[in-house]
């Protein structure tokens, strides 16, 4: 399983929204500036986040984009589902029912009323990551990288960087 860069993508640019003044909207032009990332791909991954609900478009010539809800309230599931969709990684097409030595007409019960175990793996699997990364917001990454990681006056030069390209 791979996620696209979108995912990444996505992760960067919302942590550089939390702390959006109320009232003002940051450009797609200018996070990806300031990220050094495709504006074009990032256009696209903002499409999907708003249509997802995460962000919300701000009309207007000073427009752009904020968080449509906190940024606590946004999982990094929520990110990964809206840019990737919701479609199981795991798709099982049942491939233990062509095995040359069964009876296709007489398939045993193991084989039609129960679903596979390869099935029930991956998809315990990719439920535990759902419920780890629904664990892990927005909220959580700001915390991590602001108050944790990076030295205490990167987050004001992030926040003033913002403030002063605006494109």
Request: glycine share 6%; proline share 2%.
């Amino acid at each position: 399983m791979k996620f696209s860069i979108g995912v990444e993508y996505a992760l960067h640019c919302l942590l550089y929204m939390v702390k959006l003044e109320e009232g003002k909207s940051v450009g797609i032009r200018d996070l990806a500036t300031f990220q050094g990332v495709s504006e074009t791909y990032l256009s696209k991954v903002y499409a999907r986040l708003s249509k997802s609900g995460i962000i919300k478009s701000i009309p207007g010539v000073k427009g752009g984009y904020t968080l449509a809800r906190s940024a606590e309230e946004i999982t990094f599931w929520d990110v990964v589902e809206a840019v990737e969709g919701n479609e199981s990684f795991f798709q099982c097409a049942e491939i233990r029912q062509n095995n040359v030595l069964l009876d296709k007409e007489n398939l045993p019960d193991t084989h039609t009323k129960c679903p596979c175990l390869i099935k029930v793996v991956m998809l315990e699997a990719e439920n535990e990551m759902k419920k780890y990364l629904n664990n892990k917001t927005i909220g959580w990454l700001y915390d991590e990288v602001y108050n944790k990681k990076l030295p205490k006056d990167m987050e004001k030069a992030t926040i003033e960087w913002f403030n002063n390209n605006r494109k």
